[in-house]
Nanobody
Framework: QVQLVESGGGLVQAGGSLRLSCAAS????????MNWYRQAPGKQRELVAA???????NYADSVKGRFIISRDNAKNAVYLQMNSLKPEDTAVYYC???????????????WGQGTQVTVSP
């Protein structure tokens, strides 16, 4: 069983910062891309930031210059440093990863349970 467990969400005032963490646990062979998504009430889930195994990154335009994604391959973890937060960043944030459970299997997408981020004006 592969699990992604997020932590670090919470309530913060506009202009503040939060750091989200997500770690993969269980039995697996390899992790490929790791991503952060978010879903605000009444809106579709959107990709916020992505990072490859080689640490190449990609960001949604709405968070460029404010958010930083990073990963620690030794810990099977991905992080999202969120700075200069705005009320419109309020959402449930999900981490996702492409994971191969064994060398003979293909890649599958796994999701965390989500963590709430609320930014007050």
């Amino acid at each position: 069983q592969v699990q992604l467990v997020e932590s670090g969400g919470g309530l913060v005032q506009a202009g503040g910062s939060l750091r989200l963490s997500c770690a993969a646990s269980g039995s697996f062979f390899s992790i490929n891309d790791m991503n952060w998504y978010r879903q605000a009430p009444g809106k579709q889930r959107e990709l916020v930031a992505a990072i490859t195994t080689g640490s190449s990154t990609n960001y949604a335009d709405s968070v460029k210059g404010r958010f930083i994604i990073s990963r620690d391959n030794a810990k099977n973890a991905v992080y999202l440093q969120m700075n200069s937060l705005k009320p419109e960043d309020t959402a449930v944030y999900y981490c996702a990863a492409r994971i191969r459970r064994s060398i003979g299997l293909g890649w599958n997408n796994y999701w965390g349970q989500g963590t709430q981020v609320t930014v007050s004006p």
